[in-house]
């Protein structure tokens, strides 16, 4: 097994670290709600609806700051022993990811201001410039469905990689991301 040990062949800790913390908060918006959905009304059926927003939320914030770091951070280079072809689709998946995963808070933020909802920070919270329009939410609300889930067929993309590299190829790449 080829192992990265060296600098050079991780992402940086602060990389590292948005890696992780935007995955948690992905697991998070998905497992809420779809738990959240199944509940009757009651406490905690809004406090999961109202913590997948604000998850959702802070996933963007975290992926614009992501994006900046990477701007000023190159990642380190993909293992020599992927083809040009193999290192061509992981770059597509990586651009699918990013794409995706700013589209899917976006529109859930169009969809809570469209319902005049608000999303909540704890210290503070934003409200809706929109007044509430449940009718024109209902196709905003098919379209943050639709993009979610292609998120969530792209992270088991993601993940079926990871895993194949680790123990079919066994180049050892999730150390890049450790
Ligand atoms: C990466 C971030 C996010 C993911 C993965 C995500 C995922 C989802 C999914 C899968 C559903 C539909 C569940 C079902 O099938 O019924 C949903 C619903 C919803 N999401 Fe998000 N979402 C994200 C971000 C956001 C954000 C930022 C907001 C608003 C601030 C938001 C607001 C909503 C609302 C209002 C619903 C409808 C809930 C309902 O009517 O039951 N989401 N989200």
Same mark, same amino acid.
Request: zero cysteines.
């Given at each position: ?47 999961? =609806? ?7 939320? /802070? &996933?963007?914030?975290? $992926?614009?700051?992501? !994006?900046?770091?990477? *701007? ?64 024109? =939410? ?7 469905? /639709? &993009?979610?889930?292609? $998120?969530?067929?792209? !992270?088991?993309?993601? *993940? ?19």
């Amino acid at each position: 097994m080829t192992d990265v040990h060296t600098d050079a062949q991780r992402y940086d800790k602060i990389a590292r670290l948005f890696h992780w913390a935007m995955a948690l908060l992905i697991a998070y918006a998905a497992a809420s709600i779809l738990i959240g959905d199944e509940l009757p009304r009651g406490a905690l059926r809004t406090f999961l =609806s109202t913590t997948h927003r604000t998850a959702g939320a /802070l &996933v963007l914030v975290l $992926l614009a700051l992501r !994006v900046i770091w990477r *701007l000023f951070h190159k990642p380190p280079p993909l293992p020599s022993t992927m083809t040009p072809f193999q290192q061509k689709m992981a770059h597509f998946g990586h651009v699918g990811l990013y794409v995706l995963m700013a589209l899917v808070p976006i529109v859930g933020v169009a969809l809570t201001f469209r319902r005049g909802g608000t999303i909540d920070f704890g210290l503070f919270e934003i409200v809706s410039p929109l007044t509430a329009d449940r009718a024109a =939410s209902k196709p905003i609300k098919e379209v943050h469905e /639709l &993009v979610a889930y292609a $998120l969530f067929a792209l !992270v088991g993309v993601h *993940l079926a990689a990871a895993l194949w590299h680790q123990f079919v190829v066994r180049d050892n790449i999730m150390a890049r991301m450790r």
